[in-house]
């Protein structure tokens, strides 16, 4: 049960590459992320409303920072993808898995071992050829991709010390709100409402709102704690291949052999990224799952 949540939340995940790329047609970005993070906070708070008197302190701080972050990298990757497709976009951002052991060297001053070193040298040549022109340069929105790919990687630290101190769904539902609210605010200062929302982006939001939001993280966290954290990784970093299979399908992306080898690259770098120094790759100690529940 708890491999199978695990997978679906992924699953939920990569199709919402497709579905946040078409709803954007009919919704601007400040207030398609209000609209997914203020309804989805909602129905998460009132899931799990007797963690409310928690939410205060420093808490409440926390939350506010990390939340602050994530809106900063969900504007920056909404952004992005309107400008590419939703299959680089989702390999782009999963390079935060590779960044995150970096982040925590600046922190902490332990450095990495060698296999996140093999990681981010394989992660730099899989970017190259998924992102690189023929002229090699990098187009906007792969480079906006990129940079919600390093705004995770801060959000994913920032979790990884508050965590230790709040209770994990408080500071959850706090991310969730903060992000509604900061969207929201910069949505009426930057954009006009939608004017005519076309019936298949109501459809849209509520894959976001109830599916994407509210649901995954209950099926993340109810999952990751009825499996081991070996299986959790690995099914959750699925996320990033989900989303361009739903692109082949769904929105009819054109995959060439440079990029398909891009994104298989990028992918055996994430699951290294996802293994501790200790860990044999072929069987033996268990693995532990990095703390990267950034959704």
Known sequence: ?????????????????????????????????????????????????????????????????????????YAVQTFGLKETSPGKNAFLTTVYCVLVPFADWIWTRRRPGRRTFLAAVLCLGGI??????????????????????????????????????????????????????????????????????????????????????????????VGQSMTTPASAAVLLSLESVWGVLASIVLYGEQVSPRVAIGFAVVFIAVLLASLPESTSLFGGKTWTLRRSCRK
């Open 1 to 73: 049960m708890g491999r199978a949540m695990c997978a679906a939340a992924a699953l939920i995940w990569g199709i919402a590459f497709v579905v946040m790329k078409t709803a954007l047609d009919s919704v601007p970005v400040f207030w398609l992320l209000a609209i997914r993070f203020l309804c989805g906070g909602a129905l998460v708070t009132l899931l799990f409303r007797k963690k409310l008197p928690l939410l205060r302190g420093k808490t409440l701080l926390h939350g506010l920072l990390t939340g602050a972050v994530l809106m900063a990298a």
């Open 128 to 221: 190259g050829l998924i992102s690189l022109s023929d002229g090699l340069s990098v187009e906007r929105g792969d480079g906006l991709s990129l940079l919600c790919g390093v705004l995770f990687a801060v959000q994913v630290e920032l979790l990884g010390r508050y965590g230790q101190e709040d209770d994990p769904i408080a500071l959850a539902i706090l991310q969730l709100l903060t992000t509604g609210v900061l969207s929201l605010g910069l949505a009426l200062l930057t954009e006009a409402p939608p004017q005519a929302i076309q019936q298949h982006a109501w459809l849209e939001l509520a894959y976001l709102v109830f599916l994407s939001t509210a649901l995954t993280m209950v099926l993340q966290t």
